[in-house]
């Protein structure tokens, strides 16, 4: 079983960042993969970046050069730095974790981007 915690949403105008955070409750060590997914509002969820257990990181198109996956191994603790912001970012932000064939999900957090 892994609990994750999300946290760092807000508001924030178009063109500012944000960085989101991923608590896990147990080492991300063994995760084979933690990933942020979005779901705007009326739309489904959508992948946003992946971190692998050997360090490959993959985005999608919408977050390339906006966005960087990281995780901090001693907090064990995903981060998403979110950059250039924009309206369309807005959606409920959830870290996911798959471990052991499972996927285990967060709360969410909510992202506005507005002026």
């Known amino acids: 079983q892994v609990q994750l915690v999300e946290s760092g949403g807000g508001l924030v105008q178009p063109g500012g960042s944000l960085r989101l955070s991923c608590a896990a409750s147990?080492?991300?060590?063994?995760?084979?993969?933690m990933t942020w997914y979005r779901q705007p509002p009326g739309k489904q969820r959508e992948l946003v970046a992946s971190?692998?257990?050997?360090?490959?990181?993959n985005y999608a198109d919408s977050a390339k050069g906006r966005f960087t996956i990281s995780r901090d191994n001693a907090k064990n603790t995903v981060y998403l730095q979110m950059n250039s912001l924009k309206p369309d970012d807005t959606a409920i932000y959830y870290c996911?974790?798959?471990?052991?064939?499972?996927?285990?999900w967060g709360q969410g957090t909510q992202v506005t981007v507005s002026s």
């Open positions: 996911n974790a798959y471990m052991n064939r499972e996927n285990y």
């Open positions: 147990r080492s991300i060590f063994s995760m084979s993969q």
């Open positions: 971190m692998f257990s050997n360090g490959a990181k």
